[in-house]
T-cell receptor
Framework: DTGVSQNPRHKITKRGQNVTFRCDPISEHNRLYWYRQTLGQGPEFLTYFQNEAQLEKSRLLSDRFSAERPKGSFSTLEIQRTEQGDSAMYLC??????????????FGPGTRLTVL | GIQVEQSPPDLILQEGANSTLRCNFS?????LQWFHQNPWGQLINLFY???GTKQNGRLSATTVATERYSLLYISSSQTTDSGVYFC???????????FGTGTSLTVIP
């Protein structure tokens, strides 16, 4: 068990470009979550997958944002036509093991996005 | 959504001191977790505690679900305890967490 991993750890892009982030959850977890955190704030929920099904999306997830989890394992979060307001830390979490509380979420190290 | 309030927002302690962090939430919850966010942004799980009391070394936590609050106790604080502590709650089984704005703790030697 290597924990939740995210790539890249840092991304600098110019306004208007598209970016894609990847999250690899803990291997036996069937639930995966994306959050966004801006400076001085707590993380805010973006979206949730159970296996490959995207079951919940926040109003924060505008049309420029899309997330996938094609085989119920890793997930990608894509932001199209980035804006400076998209600059934030994007966090991924997973849960759903039979070895502990089913709903206990474990977080990855995050991807810090800077939009110039 | 559920409102989560944490207090105090900032806390400065001398090494060796004890502290209590509080988390109030606005509705009934099924799940509650405490996290420590280190300076690199990693959220580290401290407790999964939707109710009751747990202890792990110098840290302990109590959640009184019927009164909608949770407390995190840090005893004999160390400089490595510095960082931001978040409380997160979930009203529905496993769908999303609502986070508070955190308590920023600084432990000085």
């Amino acid at each position: 068990d290597t924990g939740v991993s995210q790539n890249p750890r840092h991304k600098i892009t110019k306004r208007g470009q598209n970016v894609t982030f990847r999250c690899d959850p803990i291997s036996e977890h069937n639930r995966l979550y994306w959050y966004r955190q801006t400076l001085g704030q707590g993380p805010e929920f973006l979206t949730y997958f159970q296996n490959e099904a995207q079951l919940e999306k926040s109003r924060l997830l505008s049309d420029r944002f899309s997330a996938e989890r094609p085989k119920g394992s890793f997930s990608t979060l894509e932001i199209q036509r980035t804006e400076q307001g998209d600059s934030a830390m994007y966090l991924c979490a997973s849960s759903g093991t039979s070895g502990g509380p089913y709903n206990e979420q474990f977080f990855g190290p995050g991807t810090r996005l800077t939009v110039l | 959504g559920i409102q989560v309030e944490q207090s105090p927002p900032d806390l400065i302690l001398q090494e060796g001191a004890n502290s209590t962090l509080r988390c109030n939430f606005s509705d009934s919850v099924n799940n509650l977790q405490w996290f420590h966010q280190n300076p690199w942004g990693q959220l580290i799980n401290l407790f999964y505690i939707p109710s009751g009391t747990k202890q792990n070394g110098r840290l302990s936590a109590t959640t009184v679900a019927t009164e909608r609050y949770s407390l995190l106790y840090i005893s004999s604080s160390q400089t490595t305890d510095s960082g931001v502590y978040f409380c997160a709650v979930d009203a529905y089984t496993g769908n999303q967490f609502y986070f508070g704005t955190g308590t920023s703790l600084t432990v000085i030697p």
